[in-house]
């Protein structure tokens, strides 16, 4: 039971630093402030959260508080960014060829491309 | 097994430590603001998944303490910046 619970936080472990390496990968390689934000949010919320996972699997006393912990996570990091895509519109910044803005339409702003 | 596992943590800490940076770099050289400011909050992120690391390498759970300190305060400090820069205010 207990070389199970090692392998399984390790294959946790290993795909949460995988979630990371790819969500700092789009960081730096997508042309646009709301592309990048789209891969950042997932560091947030599955990389951290699958680490959190493992955590019980090897220490024992901290179930609780990586619980709390995921939770936090999972409200914070979604309206996080859901800020900084609400700023950066706003603000005017341009969408990497984008086809349409629905939001425009919905706002009556026809000045912001 | 146990040798393996004291691997993999030490490899997935050094890669963090490495992707954080690359993020130290964005923010440096960011295209705008929205875009430097994404970059601290994925700072804040890989930090606290470098904490959630330390705490299993070391097995002590006190570090999973600090990483929740410090995700509450990441947290709000991104929300107050980009309302600072959408509004130019915070309040």
Not at chain 2, 30 to 58: F, H, K, M, Q, S
Request: net charge neutral; proline share 2%.
């Amino acid at each position: 039971m207990d070389t199970f619970l090692q392998i399984v936080a390790l294959l946790a472990v290993v795909l949460g630093t995988a979630f990371s390496m790819i969500g700092v990968l789009g960081l730096i390689r997508l042309p646009d402030v709301y592309t990048r934000l789209h891969a950042t949010g997932k560091v947030g919320v599955f990389g951290v959260v699958l680490l959190l996972v493992a955590a019980p699997m090897l220490t024992p006393l901290s179930f609780g508080k990586a619980l709390i912990l995921i939770v936090l996570l999972l409200i914070g990091g979604p309206t996080a960014s859901h800020a900084l895509a609400s700023a950066a519109y706003r603000i005017g910044i341009p969408m990497h060829r984008a086809i349409r803005d629905d939001l425009a339409a919905q706002l009556y702003r026809e000045d912001v491309k | 097994m146990n040798e393996v596992l004291t691997l993999v943590l030490h490899a997935a800490l050094l890669i963090h430590i490495a992707l954080l940076a690359v993020c130290v770099w964005r923010v440096w050289r960011g295209e705008n603001a929205i875009d430097r400011l994404i970059g601290a909050d994925l700072i804040g992120t890989l930090t606290l998944a470098a904490l959630v690391l330390i705490a299993l390498i070391t097995a002590n759970s006190i570090y999973i303490d600090v990483a929740l300190g410090l995700a509450a305060l990441g947290f709000i400090g991104t929300i107050a910046l980009a309302r600072y820069i959408a509004d130019q205010q915070i309040f």
